[in-house]
């Protein structure tokens, strides 16, 4: 089983939707959570993190977390062609000085005008 | 402007050939990690320091070298044992433990 998993789309949805991204991951010791946007040929941007089961919203980005079924997502409200990018989701499972961030490989979005 | 700069954004050289690649960040972060990412392979780490003069071997270490003599400086080399090179490298930064990175630019690096 992989640590994190996401679907590498792509994922196409119309403008002005709602557009849901998902990821779980194997590790029930993991205890931080996040979203990268990262656009073709550039780095990773931080959107989101969330350190506690729920969601957490930031403007359009809403985070969701759930521990128990170890599955964390992220919705885009009013989506926009500038958010066609690939999104990471990433998770920290740190503990004994073993201080990593396992990244997904990434889903593709792409937002239809 | 606070941030994370690495330097230079494209690097080519010839096979058996040494390189060192640039990594400044001026976030007072006490981490610092460096990352490998090929097409459809996502982000592979390489090597990370949570404090000066200390380092870990990340995922992928073989072929790379590191140093950490100021917090601000992470400077990664490509030996010419790494059998596969050419990919874009991101430096990145954070608090360490729990918390979220930032990346730099990139470099792109092309061995030929």
């Known amino acids: 089983q992989k640590e994190v998993e996401q679907n590498s789309g792509p994922l196409s949805v119309p403008e002005g939707a709602i557009a849901s991204l998902n990821c779980t991951y194997s590790?029930?010791?993991?205890?931080?959570f996040f979203w990268y946007r990262q656009y073709s040929g550039k780095s990773p941007e931080l959107i989101m993190f969330i350190y506690s089961n729920g969601d957490k919203e930031d403007g359009r980005f809403t985070a969701q977390l759930n521990k128990a079924s170890q599955y964390v997502s992220l919705l885009i409200r009013d989506s926009q062609p500038s958010d066609s990018a690939t999104y990471l989701c990433?998770?920290?499972?740190?503990?004994?000085?073993?201080?990593?961030?396992?990244f997904g490989k990434g889903t593709r979005l792409h937002i239809l005008p | 402007d606070g941030g994370i700069t690495q330097s230079p954004k494209y690097l080519f050289r010839k096979e058996g050939q040494n390189v060192t690649l640039s990594c400044e960040q001026n976030?007072?972060?006490?981490?610092m990690y460096w990352y490998r990412q090929d097409p459809g392979q996502g982000l592979r780490l390489i090597y990370y320091s949570q404090i000066v003069n200390d380092f870990q071997k990340g995922d992928i270490a073989e072929g790379y070298s590191v140093s950490r003599e100021k917090k601000e400086s992470f400077p990664l080399t490509v030996t010419s044992a790494q059998k596969n090179p050419t990919a874009f490298y991101l430096c990145a930064s954070g608090q360490g433990g729990v918390y979220e990175q930032y990346f730099g630019p990139g470099t792109r690096l092309t061995v030929t």
């Open positions: 590790d029930r010791g993991s205890q931080s």
């Open positions: 990433a998770v920290n499972k740190w503990r004994n000085r073993d201080d990593k961030i396992i």
């Open positions: 976030l007072n972060h006490d981490a």
